[in-house]
């Protein structure tokens, strides 16, 4: 009990004294706080930089490296043709899809522009006259539907800048779930879980009755073109992404394609020979096969050079900063080098003491984490962005010169089915570029230890040798 006590009271007396030193020396424990900050707020914004390269890189190896775009050339890309070519074992994940054009039954179409609207009608009705036809606005389509197998793969998200907001992605097992816009639903009050209808053209005999159907909403994406011709269904936020339904199985429909993502260490070689292997009737020549491995070879090269950079900088920072704890320590402890001798020359153990001393130094330096993690989160990743756009300039003069070669015999079009059926598309646009500097736990748990397990350890091992080689008359004299 006693001895219970007299612990107490030496963790008081310690505390007590700290904070007296503390008051005392305001100024240089402010100065010590600002550098910690400074310091490790560096080795932050590098550790943020360096995650978001690793998932840069990681993207780049799972949706460019692996992929491969399978179009029909000599028969069409049927529901039985994706089922044999899913035997593949080196395939990791596929998407197909296919798009129609729809109206509204519940919902109105976002219209941006209501004179450019207008205008497209009066067009049509010219149009129409001009050849004798009757004009209907209701063959005239208020949004496009695009089935898919998953949209978290589908070309939009990963090329054409489409982000999920809210809810999930499409999955395969889903039936009647929808991705709409933020525009669509913030116009038609819709939220996750609300469900709307769909219906065909008054013209649209192909698929009749297959495009009434009830949809319900299970995410809402944002998008950046936000370009509007005058046609609600050639407008990206009345794109309405759902899951395989009516149209997509209807036995005279076929896909528009199929993308399929290889297993690390596969070629298009090895998914060719297993298709011819596990299929019974399917002929590979039937069907073209291209890879994105050019390109990946283009756009890996900025990235790893930045990845260089960052490692580079990140080791020269780490050992910078043991360098000047140590120093910080020598001074520290020739300081209190008086303190110690008295401490010790009272029998205070020497781990007793030398845990005394650390917590004394490696205050500021803890402060200076913590400030340093506060303002990461919300700065670093605007400094680090900073660092990266020499980078990024240069990923962007690499695509504009790919992408002229690729566009020279396309035309322009505003139609999203148009877009979506035109071969040899643009290699990629801006999504797969941009970095994510969103903290995970992997480069917390770094930094915790680096700065504020690694660090105070150094001091400690610095503190205890000068304990343990010196005896307490030569600390005293």
Not at 148 to 161: I, R
Not at 317 to 326: C, D, G, K, R
Not at 425 to 440: G, P, S, W
């Amino acid at each position: 009990m006693i001895r219970l006590k007299n612990e107490r009271q030496d963790k008081m007396t310690s505390i007590k004294r700290i904070y007296i030193k503390f008051k005392s020396k305001k100024f240089k424990i402010f100065l010590l706080v600002m550098m910690y900050t400074v310091l490790f707020s560096v080795i932050w914004m590098l550790l943020l930089f360096g995650g978001a390269l690793e998932k840069q890189a990681r993207f780049i190896a799972d949706y460019i490296e692996s992929e491969v775009a399978i179009s029909p050339t000599g028969k069409p890309v049927y529901a039985d043709t994706v089922n044999e070519i899913r035997k593949a074992e080196c395939i990791r994940e596929y998407n197909v899809y296919c798009a129609e054009s729809v109206r509204l039954q519940d919902c109105d179409p976002v219209i941006p522009d209501l004179s450019l609207y207008h205008k497209m009608l009066e067009e049509k009705q010219e149009k129409a006259e001009k050849w004798g036809q009757a004009f209907d606005p209701e063959n005239i389509a208020d949004a496009s539907i695009v089935e898919t197998n998953n949209s978290k793969n589908l070309v939009f998200f990963l090329q054409k800048g489409f982000v999920l907001q809210q809810g999930r992605h499409i999955q395969e097992e889903d039936r009647n779930a929808a991705l709409i816009s933020a525009e669509f639903a913030g116009k038609n009050g819709l939220g996750i879980g609300d469900t709307f209808r769909t219906m065909p053209r008054k013209n649209d005999r192909y698929y009749g009755g297959k495009l009434n159907q009830e949809l319900e909403v299970i995410g809402i994406y944002e998008h950046g073109n936000h370009t509007f011709y005058g046609s609600p269904g050639e407008y990206y936020s009345n794109c309405i992404f759902t899951s395989i339904g009516p149209v997509s199985q209807s036995y005279m429909t076929a896909y528009e394609k199929m993308t399929v993502f290889l297993k690390e260490g596969a070629d298009i070689d090895d998914l060719k020979g297993e298709i011819a292997e596990k299929s019974l009737y399917l002929d590979v020549n039937n069907y073209s096969f291209t890879s994105s491995g050019e390109w990946a070879d283009l756009v890996s090269g900025p990235f790893e050079s930045m990845q260089d950079m960052s490692r580079l900088l990140l080791t020269v920072m780490l050992v910078s900063v043991v360098i000047i704890i140590m120093m910080i320590g020598a001074f520290y402890i020739r300081e209190n080098l008086y303190e110690m001798g008295i401490l010790l020359s009272l029998g205070g153990h020497p781990l007793s003491v030398v845990l005394h001393m650390v917590m004394e130094e490696c205050v500021p330096l803890l402060l200076g984490a913590v400030f340093s993690v506060l303002i990461g989160i919300g700065c670093v990743d605007k400094a680090a962005g900073l660092v990266d756009q020499r980078y990024i300039a240069e990923l962007d003069q690499i695509i504009e010169q790919k992408n002229e070669e690729l566009s020279e015999s396309m035309y322009a079009s505003a139609d999203i089915m148009a877009e979506l059926r035109t071969l040899g598309q643009v290699m990629r646009m801006e999504t797969e570029f941009t970095l994510d500097y969103t903290v995970t736990w992997h480069e917390f748990m770094i930094f915790v230890v680096m700065v504020m397990v690694g660090l105070p350890f150094c001091f400690c091992v610095q503190l205890y040798c000068m304990v343990k080689c010196l005896s307490i008359r030569q600390i005293l004299l």
